[in-house]
């Protein structure tokens, strides 16, 4: 709309919606050829003046734990309870790798849901780390926690599927680190002191940028995301208005 009634010259601007980004789907459909950009950022970032171009490496991580039930009235040596093998498994992985103990470049592995009875019982895990030997690592801590798991009861207790989401743009960016510079002096000419952050998640940004469109994410004033308390300051999101503005017309 601003540009469109102020007019003046600008790049060529093209727009994407990319659905489905938290469960990791959203670029999985996206054409970057047809899109025909040359780069792109995402408005996706938090508080304002963040500029982010390095993110987590991601899992998903699906554990399924196959029990046995019976009455428990004459469950002795018969019932096998999933559920009590499934915190047995979780109690394995290390607690200070948990994401309320991390900050920064530390990753983590992160239990998002469970869901069980005595015949059966599912975890999901998230794993994130900036470092990729350290992300693999994690997954090798979670396959290793699952072996030892059917060793114990079984084999065939304890089903392990872990499944990559995304990876680190930050290789990407490196080349093109004009990209960059252009978001920081836009947001300089506009009055944001740019803070130039490694992530502590994903946006479907790092997916564009392995299939070719290098894609740095920018604030948009947003704070306390995924909670209750999350909010997001009208002035802020002027002010990234603006520099998004700044962007289109100072290249």
Known sequence: EYLIKNGGRHATIKLGFTPDEEIGRGADLFNVKDFGADYAYTSDGGPIGELEYENFNA???KITVHGRNIHPGSAKNKMVNSQLIAIEYHNMLPAAQRPEHTEGYEGFIYLAGMEGCVEETVLKY????????????KKAVMEAAAAFIN?????GTLEIAIKDSYFNMRKHIEPVMYVIDRAKAAMEKVGIRPLEVPIRGGTDGARLSYEGLPCP????????YHGRFEFIPV???EKCVDMLVKILTNF
Do not use: P, Q, S, W
Request: aromatic share 6%; with cysteine; charged share 30%.
């Open 235 to 237: 002035e802020d999101m």
């Open 217 to 224: 994410n920018l604030c948009t004033g947003g704070e306390n």
């Open 126 to 137: 998230a794993i994130r780390d900036h470092d990729m030997a350290k992300f693999n690592e």
């Open 59 to 61: 899992a998903g991580v």
């Open 151 to 155: 060793a114990k009861y079984g084999e």
